[in-house]
């Protein structure tokens, strides 16, 4: 220690000295139910084996315990409260984002008024004057702002603010990580307890009849009607008046209030819908039948009064009588039947079953067994609760209104449970059974866990008993369906008999009503009857006898008695039970005894020594009985003499049944004998002793026991496990006991060791035992955890035999060759056992045969192989002393090390697959072998010895091996491998605490070394290390293993605490080594820190790896040094700060793995671009979340709104290459390390650090900072009635369970302590399929609860609200550190745009008023620091930090608003003084006004205009600069500002009108014509607008009239041939675009200062617009312009030589015109109508129209319901109306106060010539200024007449701009008319019939349906108004007139088309129809015909006159008739088709 600093020393003791011992064994007192234990008897003289079974059950517990888990004023958060309250200790966290929701109701909805819709039209910028700015009361200033100080001052101030409460430790407010990687966690085994299932309380409260004449007796028990069995024990019940109890009082002597309880505690293991609870009802026996003495009951009513009084009262004298005469014989009486299924409902039980699975940790996560496989129970009982039947289970008061009659045939269990099923079905037995009125009330409830004056079975009391309650409660015990799987801690030793049936048919007459006397005797007199009954209601705790109901005049009664008795402890074969057949008389004769007596029987309670049960079939002796007969069996009793006479000639005749409830008697024939064995060689016996059947002499003693050890494992599973803690410590006895026998000594310990491996093997094999998470078998962790001991050595052998020779002092272990073979022996035991489980001690010769050449070849054997250790000379300890130890005793430790190591075969597999079992009895035996030698203060090198040392190496390489092997075999082994691996490690992990620590070092390294060599599976490997190592360091000692730690030159070595200063972590000369060889894993630190350096290798090879899996071993990685983290930050043995620093001076290499995985981080700030706040959305394909740092990052790092592809890489610092990306939460965990070794560790040496690095290393640090401050970005509050689906959702998912665990208090802290402090025991048996106690029912409550309380929500956001701030602050602080490092350097430019990006990527999240206050004292102190460098290097950052200030300044929040008002001023102020670039931040600060008002939702004016005012009250305080222009320009400036704050105030009041709104924008945007960079962001407004409402055409046109903006200036700064030549170049792609080119005299010249200095402003913003703009054609479905846009596109990309660019471009063309082959006519292009607004109401827009672009196939009805509810809204719906028609309107016939709305459908309408270059589809839809409707009339005012009076208006509207534009609507500046005179409408319809026609005949491919429909309206025979009739109005005579006759001519010519088109169509549809449809052809064609024929005359006529030549006319008819263009109808009609 001498070398060591003296701080070093301190911290050294502090974190637990190394010297100490950390294991301490412990004895705590077992739990007890009941007050005093259950115990035998006194004053009686035990056997062996009950002396050893009540010894275990009342020792103590033996517990091994960590030393420090103690001193709990350390432990803050040791309480299970403690995250709960640590909650409070924080300060709650502002959030504008929060303020703003609860402070901002929505917009009240009822009708708005349009009143602002005049000004519209006003055009230019509104003046400000409207808003004087002076007029408001500007916020407080800050006070120091404008005083002069020197940077550095303001550098410390800030320092020191920021340091002031800080949370100190980080790992408190991040979430514990996801648990499904704490494989550290050892869950503590549950304590073995007595099972108890599901505890139902019932408590009788009254009964009665219709009439009460006499005393009845209810005894009430559960039945289970699916199983058929009773499954619990009677109880009994008296609720009985005084007066009837009264009736009684001579029967019964003495009453115990035990007797005296009306309510009972049943218990159910398993629940299910078919358990009734019976109650059945006895009165006193009297004469006559059940239904004689039950008549009175079913036909009189005590109400009734009168007669039935008189008849009560008789009856009531009568019964007293019979009561005085017959009082102690019952008779059966009633019946009835309670169904529990309500209880355990049906949805409940089927969460119940898999609750029981999950409760007693039912499958491992190997084999997810069904649930119906797996429904046993084990481990724990079921609590109601748990298993949701609580809140089925309320208190119910359960109310019986009849009862059955009890039927005498018919009492046998066999027929109440036909009975039971019957009423199951049917739920009434009525018919078959008469039932008898009366009432039973009962109140069922959940029995609460603790009951006030409660017995036990036994009749103890429990805790708590008050004495004074005079009435106490009952357990009644339970006789589960199927194996319960616990074993015994508590003495019980009960016997259950039960009288089944009796047959005296054949016997003499006086045999009627029988009764059966019970007794339980120690001899034959008549006075040994033991009084051991338990008593029944109302009366002494316990008879000598009891007498069996009575039924009347039955010679063959059933019986349902159930005779409980306590067994004595020391049974004896004088033990039997009597049996005396009564006849009794119920009338009363004169002399006549009550009882004559038919008979006896009797049954012994031992047979060969051992308790029998079952069922029997006894005769019964007709006299009485002779001397000794107990002595024999009564079927088997030898010749008597005289004989005894027999009924029934000695048959059985007497039916019985007897069963046995005892933790005494294993009723098992294996484990009897072994156990028999056992003691026979403790104690002193006389040979031969009788086993069972067999007598063993002592020479085959040592034969048999090794028989009976081997035969052990085949007992049947359920007495194994239930006798399991005494079978384990004989066997453990046995194996170190040196035992004499016959003079011989025999060694049992091999025989001992393979049983256990084989019970080990059964109990983790078995499907119905639950598992831990960690695989292992519950019941022999609590064995080991709890009830293990070292065996006690006797120290007296028995020297039986005549030998008094001393045993040979060598004892041996049998060599391998016989292990083999005795593995196979048990092995074949086992599978003998499980084909047949009854199998019984007796086996063949043959079996006989093999053990026995085994046992010879053992005794050959015995001197060769090894031998054991114990040979006279080898002392244990190469002590000073050198004296021989006494050799005869043997360690348990060193003996199952032994025999672990020359294990074969099977038995060393099962070994080592089970190793935790071996390694945990190791390690508890080796620390009670220390705490009993005292060797506690010895050094620990020589506390074992070294064969023992060489075992245990041997041991942990053979596991190592075992490991691999398993690995390196197919899939299914690596969770057996998983588990191994856990055990080694846990085992070294407590070899840590008890040997040698360099010796265990050398263990892990070659482990670590074994299993590299051996496995080739990269990601498997990593995996079994680190969690290997996991488990390791999370050792108590973790620190003090690895901080002083030896020297480099031997790693790794005893940690002999010396070390150098130099190499000790504070390193005091930085000149020695270099810093930076901290900040990374260098050979040395791997020496010197061992753990820490074997962790930190393999996460730099996790991270580092790629291939299959490898994403779940770098989760694994970046998890194991997370919680190592977090535990060292919540240790409170490192809360001082200079402990710490210590602390994170060892972690600083992670710095280093982390900056070299930069690449492979999730990048937050692209997924956030798609949901964070304040962000703008890019388009989809940029946005795969999973990129690694892409240009993403780039784009929001540049507060890019459109996130255009800039071009040049942003992030410098990375090489490319295709990296494995971890997922977010990796990333996080990996993040939250690295900001804790940033706040704990000395500020000074990282500023060392940085200031050496080099500037590629800094851009990483920067850009690691970028991504931690998107990675800890607040994501709010979850209001509550979000919170419950979307808890739903994610409640299987990761991030759920950490909520949770941080509701439950859980966290890294609880976790943390958990970790440290494992004797709390929250974690029951965890079974793995659970995964973690995610649905572990415990937890069930605090997790099915999915609705957060308000509390726990608000917790929670407080929680995440500090961990928000407090990241970045440590980021903040990081900055100052690379500021100050750096300012020193030359880099700082660079540093400077990094350091910028950080801080404002920091503001645009969502951040505490805490965190703002610092970071804009930062940004001040950089701005007073760098100004200069700022406004001239980093124009963009500048931008951004501009639009980031401003956003704040809206802030609701007076202080974030104080401090950012400050900041923008003093940004001002500087950039004014630095090189007067003040028009530079002026145009800054109005675009970024100007996109912030267009885009950000929640932006509030008030608040702006508000720090307005500040800034101007700034400026006009500012005395400095009152000499100068700047307070003019600043007032300037801001009332600009204002100007643009009202143009947005008028936007909120449109929201909701998106039509108007743009209009609006297109005005504002409008209005900027002179200042290109506003108006370009107002046109990216727009497009924002336009996106998020789907209408990506026009969005994508704001882009390219941005991007013609662009051009135009750029071609005016620069004069280069491939860039487009302004706006005339776009006119392809628009015809609107030429709005843009910048001709007006008011055009400002790009030069002037700040004008164009936006990033669009360059070739790349031009390209990225351009981009932008494509993608958006590209989803709005316009294929064509894409292509357009990229002909502008590829000459620059060609000239900047982008080819990677240029691939992308040309395959996005690709994908375009593939489209439009594709998709061709499938696209839907807009729909257009008409709206035209009328009256006065509208101000403005009174008789303008517009045509509306809306989306394809939009119907007339919905835009009409949508502007119709909307105006509704604004001037309520009674004013508004629309126009049904499409005539004009008038006017004069309008109510002027209402609002009119006509719509009408149009359609793009071209002249002739327009129609050649139009041919596409697309084309037709595509730059459209003219549309078209058409309106019937006649000249009367009807719309519609007659043919030859319909005439028809065709309206054309010519519009100011061409569709698509950067709006929706357009109005319209020109209407033309032109009227169609009736034959002119028929031209039309006729051409338009024609043409359908063709277009149905040509149809490809052909489609018959269409073909038929146009043929029908043609040529069908009953088409109104068809062809034929139009023919007959118009053809049937030449026109008078003759300006008509070319109109007669053209009509004639169309006809002629008309039918020839029609011949065509029939012979098509001719081929095209099927054989079904010829009749329908037949009649097509003869319609066709007809009609040929009608119209022939009429088309052949012609008109001579238009031959001849009369010019003038026709010229005039030419030019009408070129008017009524007809092409029209054609173009519409091809569209249609």
């Known amino acids: 220690?001498?070398?060591?600093?003296?701080?070093?020393?301190?911290?050294?003791?502090?974190?637990?000295?190394?010297?100490?011992?950390?294991?301490?064994?412990?004895?705590?007192?077992?739990?007890?139910?009941?007050?005093?234990?259950?115990?035998?008897?006194?004053?009686?003289?035990?056997?062996?084996?009950?002396?050893?079974?009540?010894?275990?059950?009342?020792?103590?517990?033996?517990?091994?315990?960590?030393?420090?888990?103690?001193?709990?004023?350390?432990?803050?958060?040791?309480?299970?409260?403690?995250?709960?309250?640590?909650?409070?200790?924080?300060?709650?966290?502002?959030?504008?984002?929060?303020?703003?929701?609860?402070?901002?109701?929505?917009?009240?909805?009822?009708?708005?008024?349009?009143?602002?819709?005049?000004?519209?039209?006003?055009?230019?910028?509104?003046?400000?004057?409207?808003?004087?700015?002076?007029?408001?009361?500007?916020?407080?200033?800050?006070?120091?702002?404008?005083?002069?100080?020197?940077?550095?001052?303001?550098?410390?101030?800030?320092?020191?603010?920021?340091?002031?409460?800080?949370?100190?430790?980080?790992f408190a407010l991040y979430p514990s990580v996801d648990e499904e990687d704490a494989v550290e966690i050892r869950p503590v085994p549950e304590c073995p307890k007595e099972h108890l299932g599901n505890r139902i309380w019932v408590k009788l409260l009254t009964l009665k009849f219709e009439i009460e004449i006499e005393p009845l007796f209810a005894s009430i028990a559960l039945y289970d009607v699916k199983e058929r069995k009773k499954i619990s024990e009677n109880f009994h019940c008296d609720l009985n008046s005084d007066q009837f109890k009264g009736f009684l009082r001579a029967h019964t002597p003495s009453v115990?209030?035990?007797?005296?309880?009306?309510?009972?505690?049943?218990?159910?293991?398993?629940?299910?819908?078919?358990?009734?609870?019976?109650?059945?009802?006895?009165?006193?026996?009297?004469?006559?039948?059940?239904?004689?003495?039950?008549?009175?009951?079913?036909?009189?009513?005590?109400?009734?009064?009168?007669?039935?009084?008189?008849?009560?009262?008789?009856?009531?004298?009568?019964?007293?009588?019979?009561?005085?005469?017959?009082?102690?014989?019952?008779?059966?009486?009633?019946?009835?039947?309670?169904?529990?299924?309500?209880?355990?409902?049906?949805?409940?039980?089927?969460?119940?079953?898999?609750?029981?699975?999950?409760?007693?940790?039912?499958?491992?996560?190997?084999?997810?067994?069904?649930?119906?496989?797996?429904?046993?129970?084990?481990?724990?009982?079921?609590?109601?609760?748990e298993n949701g039947i609580g809140s089925n289970f309320k208190t119910t008061t359960m109310t019986i209104n009849s009862f059955f009659k009890q039927e005498g045939d018919r009492l046998s269990d066999e027929d109440l449970f036909k009975f039971l099923a019957d009423y199951k079905r049917s739920s009434s037995l009525q018919r078959r059974v008469k039932s008898i009125p009366g009432l039973l009330r009962l109140e069922i409830s959940l029995a609460p866990e603790i009951i006030n004056c409660c017995l036990t079975p036994e009749l103890l009391p429990v805790k708590p008993f008050s004495e004074n309650r005079t009435r106490p409660h009952k357990e009644i015990l339970e006789f589960p369906i199927r194996e319960v799987y616990v074993p015994h801690t508590v003495y019980r030793n009960l016997l259950y008999v039960y009288p089944q049936r009796l047959n005296f048919t054949n016997k003499l007459a006086s045999a009627r009503n029988i009764t059966i006397k019970i007794q339980f005797m120690c001899g034959e007199d008549p006075s040994n009857a033991m009084p051991v009954i338990f008593g029944k209601s109302n009366g002494p705790e316990f008879l000598q006898e009891v007498y069996t109901a009575v039924t009347y005049h039955n010679k063959s009664p059933d019986f349902y008695e159930e005779v409980k008795i306590k067994l004595p402890a020391k049974l004896t074969v004088n033990h039997h039970l009597l049996f005396t057949f009564y006849h009794i008389s119920c009338q009363q004769k004169q002399g006549a005894s009550i009882e004559s007596l038919l008979g006896y029987s009797w049954l012994p309670i031992l047979l060969n020594e051992r308790l029998q049960t079952g069922s029997y079939c006894l005769p019964v002796a007709l006299e009485k009985l002779p001397p000794n007969y107990s002595m024999h069996s009564a079927e088997k009793v030898p010749l008597q003499n005289p004989p005894i006479k027999w009924a029934e000639g000695h048959k059985g005749v007497f039916n019985i049944e007897v069963q046995a409830v005892s933790s005494v008697h294993t009723q098992d024939n294996h484990l009897e004998k072994f156990f028999t064995l056992c003691h026979s060689l403790e104690s002193q016996v006389t040979f031969p002793i009788r086993v069972l059947d067999q007598k063993i002499s002592e020479t085959t003693l040592e034969h048999e026991l090794k028989l009976s050890i081997i035969w052990l494992n085949s007992s049947r599973l359920e007495p194994l496990v239930l006798f399991l803690h005494l079978v384990l410590d004989k066997l453990f006895q046995l194996s170190v006991q040196p035992m004499v026998i016959a003079g011989q000594t025999a060694n049992f310990s091999q025989f001992a060791f393979e049983s256990v491996v084989a019970i080990a093997n059964s109990l983790h094999n078995s499907k119905d035992l639950s598992k831990d998470q960690h695989g292992r078998n519950c019941l022999l962790a609590s064995y080991v955890h709890y009830v293990f001991r070292l065996p006690e050595l006797q120290k007296d052998l028995p020297k039986s035999g005549g030998s008094t020779a001393l045993p040979d002092p060598r004892y041996h272990t049998y060599g391998r060759t016989s292990a083999a073979a005795v593995s196979s022996k048990l092995l074949q035991a086992r599978v003998m056992s499980s084909s047949n489980p009854d199998l019984a001690g007796t086996?063949?010769?043959?079996?006989?045969?093999?053990?026995?050449?085994?046992?010879?070849?053992?005794?050959?054997?015995?001197?060769?192989?090894?031998?054991?250790?114990?040979?006279?000379?080898?002392?244990?300890?190469?002590?000073?002393?050198?004296?021989?130890?006494?050799?005869?005793?043997?360690?348990f430790h060193e003996e199952l090390a032994l025999q672990m190591v020359v294990s074969t075969g099977m038995v060393r597999e099962t070994v080592f697959k089970y190793a935790w079992f071996f390694f945990e009895l190791l390690v508890k035996s080796m620390a009670q072998y220390v705490h009993n030698m005292d060797k506690q203060d010895n050094f620990r090198r020589t506390r074992f010895s070294d064969r023992f040392k060489d075992d245990i190496t041997t041991i942990v390489n053979v596991v190592t091996s075992e490991i691999a092997a398993l690995l390196v075999k197919p899939q299914k082994e690596t969770e057996q491998a998983e588990k191994i691996n856990i055990s080694l490690a846990f085992f070294l992990y407590d070899l840590l605490s008890l040997m040698d620590r360099s010796f265990v070092f050398n263990l892990i390294k070659h482990y670590c070394n074994q299993l590299s060599a051996k496995l080739n599976n990269l990601s498997t490997l990593i995996s079994m290390r680190l969690e290997f190592l996991r488990i390791l360091c999370s050792h108590e000692h973790y620190l003090n293993l690895n901080l002083f730690f030896m020297s480099a030159d031997t790693a790794p070595a005893s940690p002999c605490p010396s070390i150098s200063s130099q190499n000790s972590s504070s390193c005091s000369s930085f000149q020695d080594q270099k810093i930076a060889n901290m900040f990374d894993l260098t050979p040395e630190f791997r020496q010197q820190h061992f753990l820490t350096g074997l962790l930190f290798t393999e996460l730099a090879a996790a991270l580092d790896a790629e291939g299959e899996g490898i994403s779940k071993v770098q989760r694994k990685a970046v998890s194991a040094i997370h919680s190592l983290l977090s535990s060292h930050d919540l240790d409170p043995r490192c809360v001082k700060p200079e402990v710490k620093v210590k602390v994170a001076a060892l972690y600083l290499p992670l710095v280093g793995i982390i900056l070299d995985a930069l690449p492979q981080l999730y990048d937050f700030t692209a997924a956030d671009a798609r949901g964070g706040k304040n962000r703008s959305s890019g388009s989809d394909e940029e946005q795969d979340g999973t990129s690694g740092i892409n240009q993403n990052v780039a784009l929001a790092i540049a507060g890019n709104h459109f996130n255009l592809k800039i071009n040049g890489p942003m992030l410098s610092s990375l090489p490319y290459k295709q990296y494995n990306v971890l997922n977010a939460d990796t990333t996080r965990n990996l993040m939250i390390c690295f900001l804790w070794i940033m706040k704990n560790a000395d500020q000074s040496l990282i500023r060392k650090w940085i200031a050496d690095l080099p500037s590629m290393q800094l851009n990483r640090i920067l850009d690691l900072l970028f991504i931690c401050v998107s990675c800890f970005e607040y994501k709010g509050r979850p209001s509550?009635?979000?919170?419950?689906?979307?808890?739903?959702?994610?409640?299987?998912?990761?991030?759920?369970?950490?909520?949770?665990?941080?509701?439950?208090?859980?966290?890294?802290?609880?976790?943390?302590?958990?970790?440290?402090?494992?004797?709390?025991?929250?974690?029951?048996?965890?079974?793995?399929?659970?995964?973690?106690?995610?649905?572990?029912?415990?937890?069930?409550?605090?997790?099915?609860?999915?609705?957060?309380?308000?509390?726990?929500?608000?917790?929670?956001?407080?929680?995440?609200?500090?961990?928000?701030?407090?990241?970045?602050?440590?980021?903040?602080?990081?900055?100052?550190?690379?500021?100050?490092?750096?300012?020193?350097?030359?880099?700082?430019?660079?540093?400077?745009?990094?350091?910028?990006?950080?801080?404002?990527?920091?503001?645009?999240?969502?951040?505490?008023?805490?965190?703002?206050?610092?970071?804009?004292?930062?940004?001040?102190?950089?701005?007073?620091?760098?100004?200069?460098?700022?406004?001239?290097?980093?124009?963009?950052?500048?931008?951004?930090?501009?639009?980031?200030?401003?956003?704040?300044?809206?802030?609701?929040?007076?202080?974030?608003?104080?401090?950012?008002?400050?900041?923008?001023?003093?940004?001002?102020?500087?950039?004014?003084?630095?090189?007067?670039?003040?028009?530079?931040?002026?145009m800054q600060v109005t675009m970024s006004l100007a996109s912030l008002v267009g885009k950000a939702q929640d932006f509030n004016e008030e608040h702006l205009r508000k720090s307005l005012r500040t800034i101007l009250a700034y400026a006009e305080e500012d005395k400095a600069m009152q000499t100068t222009p700047?307070?003019?320009?600043?007032?300037?400036?801001?009332?600009?500002?204002?100007?643009?704050?009202?143009?947005?105030?008028?936007?909120?009041?449109?929201?909701?009108?998106?039509?108007?709104?743009?209009?609006?924008?297109?005005?504002?945007?409008?209005?900027?014509?002179?200042?290109?960079?506003?108006?370009?962001?107002?046109?990216?407004?727009?497009?924002?607008?336009?996106?998020?409402?789907?209408?990506?055409?026009?969005?994508?046109?704001?882009?390219?009239?941005?991007?013609?903006?662009?051009?135009?200036?750029?071609?005016?700064?620069?004069?280069?041939?491939?860039?487009?030549?302004?706006?005339?170049?776009?006119?392809?792609?628009?015809?609107?675009?030429?709005?843009?080119?910048?001709?007006?005299?008011?055009?400002?010249?790009?030069?002037?200062?700040?004008?164009?200095?936006?990033?669009?402003?360059?070739?790349?913003?031009?390209?990225?617009?351009?981009?932008?703009?494509?993608?958006?054609?590209?989803?709005?479905?316009?294929?064509?312009?894409?292509?357009?846009?990229?002909?502008?596109?590829?000459?620059?990309?060609?000239a900047h030589r982008d080819f990677r660019k240029l691939t992308s471009t040309h395959d996005k063309l690709q994908k375009a015109f593939d489209s439009i082959i594709s998709k061709g006519h499938k696209r839907m292009f807009g729909t257009y109508f008409r709206v035209g607004f009328y009256g006065s109401k509208f101000g403005d827009l009174d008789e303008q129209e517009f045509v509306y672009k809306e989306p394809a196939i939009t119907k007339l009805p919905e835009i009409s319901h949508r502007l119709e509810g909307f105006y509704s809204q604004c001037f309520g719906a009674e004013s508004v109306e629309v126009i049904k028609d499409s005539a004009p309107v008038d006017k004069t016939k309008l109510d002027p106060n209402k609002a009119y709305i006509q719509i009408t459908f149009v359609e793009p309408y071209f002249d002739e010539y327009e129609m050649k270059d139009r041919v596409t589809y697309f084309e037709k839809n595509f730059n459209l200024r003219r549309f078209m409707y058409t309106t019937p009339f006649t000249l009367e005012g009807r719309p519609r007449g007659e043919l030859h009076e319909q005439y028809r208006r065709n309206t054309v509207l010519t519009t100011m701009h061409a569709f698509p534009y950067i709006k929706t609507r357009i109005s319209v500046i020109q209407k033309e008319e032109f009227v169609l005179t009736p034959i002119e409408v028929a031209i039309e319809d006729m051409k338009k019939k024609t043409l359908q026609l063709a277009v149905a005949i040509h149809q490809e491919p052909p489609d018959a349906k269409m073909l038929q429909m146009v043929l029908q309206g043609s040529v069908g025979a009953t088409v109104n108004q068809g062809p034929l009739e139009v023919a007959q109005v118009f053809l049937a005579e030449i026109p008078a007139d003759p300006k008509l006759y070319r109109h007669h001519n053209k009509l004639r010519l169309c006809f002629k088309e008309f039918i020839m088109r029609c011949g065509e169509a029939v012979e098509k549809n001719k081929r095209l129809i099927t054989a079904d449809q010829r009749e329908y052809q037949q009649e097509l064609k003869k319609n066709y015909n007809k009609l040929k024929e009608n119209l022939r005359p009429m088309m052949e006529r012609k008109i001579p006159d238009l031959y001849k030549p009369i010019f003038r006319v026709e010229s005039q008819k030419r030019d009408s008739f070129h008017r009524s263009s007809f092409r029209k109808c054609e173009t519409q009609l091809s569209q249609g088709s």
């Open 256 to 385: 115990a209030p035990s007797s005296q309880a009306r309510s009972a505690v049943f218990s159910v293991t398993y629940p299910s819908s078919d358990i009734y609870l019976v109650v059945k009802i006895e009165k006193v026996l009297q004469q006559g039948e059940i239904g004689d003495c039950a008549e009175p009951y079913m036909v009189i009513k005590e109400s009734d009064g009168g007669k039935s009084k008189d008849k009560i009262e008789k009856l009531k004298l009568q019964a007293e009588s019979f009561c005085q005469r017959l009082g102690k014989y019952r008779m059966p009486f009633a019946w009835a039947p309670i169904s529990l299924a309500s209880f355990f409902s049906v949805s409940t039980l089927e969460r119940e079953v898999a609750d029981a699975e999950s409760m007693v940790g039912r499958s491992s996560v190997g084999e997810r067994r069904s649930l119906s496989q797996s429904r046993r129970l084990s481990e724990r009982a079921l609590s109601l609760e």
């Open 1 to 170: 220690m001498t070398h060591l600093n003296n701080l070093d020393v301190e911290l050294a003791r502090e974190l637990g000295d190394f010297t100490e011992d950390t294991l301490d064994v412990v004895f705590t007192p077992k739990e007890c139910r009941t007050l005093q234990p259950s115990l035998p008897e006194e004053g009686v003289e035990l056997d062996p084996h009950v002396k050893d079974c009540v010894q275990t059950y009342i020792r103590e517990w033996l517990i091994l315990n960590q030393k420090h888990q103690g001193n709990s004023e350390i432990c803050r958060f040791k309480k299970v409260g403690s995250r709960k309250d640590f909650h409070k200790t924080l300060q709650k966290q502002t959030f504008e984002s929060e303020t703003l929701e609860c402070s901002e109701p929505r917009a009240q909805a009822g009708p708005r008024h349009l009143n602002v819709l005049c000004d519209v039209s006003g055009k230019g910028p509104l003046t400000a004057c409207d808003f004087s700015l002076r007029s408001l009361q500007p916020d407080q200033r800050l006070e120091n702002l404008l005083q002069h100080v020197s940077a550095e001052d303001f550098e410390k101030q800030n320092e020191e603010a920021r340091r002031t409460n800080r949370q100190a430790e980080l």
């Open 1526 to 1694: 700047f307070p003019t320009q600043v007032e300037e400036l801001l009332c600009n500002l204002n100007s643009i704050l009202y143009d947005t105030v008028k936007m909120r009041e449109f929201q909701e009108d998106p039509e108007m709104l743009m209009d609006l924008m297109y005005r504002i945007a409008k209005s900027y014509q002179t200042s290109p960079d506003l108006r370009l962001t107002w046109l990216q407004n727009m497009a924002e607008k336009h996106s998020k409402k789907k209408c990506y055409t026009e969005a994508a046109m704001c882009l390219v009239h941005a991007a013609a903006l662009v051009a135009e200036y750029l071609s005016m700064l620069e004069d280069h041939s491939y860039l487009p030549v302004g706006s005339v170049s776009f006119q392809n792609i628009s015809s609107n675009v030429l709005e843009e080119s910048a001709v007006s005299e008011d055009t400002l010249s790009p030069d002037e200062d700040g004008v164009c200095s936006g990033r669009y402003f360059t070739e790349s913003g031009l390209v990225g617009l351009l981009e932008q703009a494509a993608e958006l054609f590209s989803t709005g479905g316009l294929y064509e312009t894409v292509n357009e846009v990229y002909k502008l596109v590829i000459p620059i990309l060609e």
């Open 843 to 891: 086996h063949s010769a043959a079996d006989d045969e093999e053990v026995k050449s085994i046992m010879s070849s053992k005794i050959a054997d015995r001197n060769c192989n090894r031998m054991s250790y114990y040979s006279s000379g080898n002392n244990d300890v190469p002590s000073a002393t050198g004296a021989p130890r006494p050799t005869s005793k043997k360690h």
């Open 1280 to 1482: 509550s009635d979000k919170v419950s689906t979307q808890v739903l959702q994610k409640s299987r998912d990761v991030k759920a369970r950490l909520e949770e665990a941080l509701l439950r208090g859980e966290g890294a802290r609880g976790e943390m302590m958990r970790r440290r402090f494992p004797g709390n025991d929250r974690f029951p048996c965890l079974s793995e399929n659970l995964r973690w106690k995610k649905e572990q029912t415990q937890w069930r409550q605090a997790n099915e609860k999915l609705d957060k309380t308000k509390a726990e929500l608000d917790q929670e956001a407080l929680i995440s609200g500090n961990l928000a701030t407090e990241a970045n602050l440590i980021i903040l602080d990081m900055m100052e550190n690379i500021i100050q490092a750096s300012s020193a350097l030359d880099c700082k430019d660079s540093l400077l745009g990094g350091v910028l990006r950080v801080l404002v990527n920091s503001l645009s999240c969502d951040q505490s008023t805490t965190y703002l206050t610092h970071c804009f004292a930062t940004l001040r102190a950089l701005i007073a620091k760098f100004g200069d460098l700022l406004f001239e290097e980093e124009v963009e950052q500048c931008a951004d930090l501009c639009q980031r200030v401003l956003h704040h300044c809206s802030s609701s929040m007076d202080i974030t608003r104080s401090q950012a008002c400050a900041t923008l001023y003093l940004l001002m102020r500087f950039s004014f003084g630095a090189t007067s670039n003040f028009a530079r931040v002026k």
